[in-house]
């Protein structure tokens, strides 16, 4: 089975950093795609990064252009997100979410075009 776990997560101080990983396994194909959801309390899932296996291409959410990379390891088949200059607004579950199927990077930013979730890791912006 398909399997993914999040880990990094915890509390931080505003314009502080965290690295979080999602840690890949199960998945048979090579242009697969993983992404970044999160989710904060009394608000819908919400996309912030996906990284396309196939060429490594990435798609980010507006307002964490600048500030937060995805990338990925291969050998290790993880996925991480670099999240620089964190705010308040980010606090949040992250979740990462894997397609079995190469999908267009417009796709990548619906929660549906994904088959496989994690179960998420808490980010925590606060003084």
């Known amino acids: 089975q398909v399997q993914l776990v999040e880990s990094g997560g915890g509390l931080v101080q505003p314009g502080g950093s965290l690295r979080l990983s999602c840690a890949v396994s199960?998945?048979?194909?090579?242009?697969?795609?993983v992404g970044w959801f999160r989710q904060a309390p009394g608000k819908e899932r919400e996309f912030v990064a996906a990284?396309?296996?196939?060429?490594?291409?990435?798609v980010y959410q507006d307002s964490v252009k600048g500030r937060f990379t995805i990338s990925r390891d291969k050998t290790e088949h993880t996925v991480y997100l670099q999240m620089n200059s964190l705010k308040f607004l980010d606090t949040a579950i992250y979740y990462c979410?894997?397609?079995?199927?190469?999908?267009?990077?417009?796709?990548?930013?619906?929660?549906?075009?994904?088959?496989?979730w994690g179960q998420g890791t808490q980010v925590t912006v606060s003084t």
């Open positions: 979410a894997a397609t079995r199927f190469l999908r267009a990077a417009q796709a990548l930013a619906i929660p549906n075009m994904y088959d496989y």
């Open positions: 990284i396309r296996d196939s060429d490594s291409s990435t």
């Open positions: 199960g998945l048979p194909l090579d242009y697969n795609a």
